[in-house]
């Protein structure tokens, strides 16, 4: 059965940093790319990272760029998002996904999903 299991979710100020992990099981992710979603209230649900395991390939939405840092640990096939500098309007449900070889904002049904964690920044 494949999971992908995240945890570092929490609240904290305008300013600070958290970082979340994802970790996938359950079959072999060397071909896979692993990041994250997030689902703020009232919006829709969209692509923020991600990081290919074969080769470290990796992708960023504008408005986290400098700011977040996608990571990974082949051998524990878990994926790493340090988060710094946050804003008030980084809060959302942040989802970790995985799909086969390539996973960005075109990706509109990525294979797996995470159960996702809150993350709240507060002003």
């Known amino acids: 059965q494949v999971q992908l299991v995240e945890s570092g979710g929490g609240l904290v100020q305008a300013g600070g940093s958290l970082r979340l992990s994802c970790t996938a099981s359950?079959?072999?992710?060397?071909?896979?790319?692993v990041g994250w979603f997030r689902q703020a209230p009232g919006k829709e649900r969209e692509f923020v990272t991600s990081?290919?395991?074969?080769?470290?390939?990796?992708y960023y939405v504008d408005s986290v760029k400098g700011r977040f840092t996608i990571s990974r640990d082949n051998a524990k096939n878990t994926v790493y998002l340090q988060m710094n500098s946050l804003k008030p309007e980084d809060t959302a449900v942040y989802y970790c996904?995985?799909?086969?070889?390539?996973?960005?904002?075109?990706?509109?049904?990525?294979?797996?999903w995470g159960q996702g964690t809150q993350v709240t920044v507060s002003s």
């Open positions: 359950g079959r072999t992710f060397s071909f896979y790319a």
């Open positions: 990081i290919r395991f074969v080769d470290g390939t990796s």
């Open positions: 996904a995985a799909n086969l070889w390539s996973l960005t904002a075109t990706t509109t049904r990525p294979e797996y």
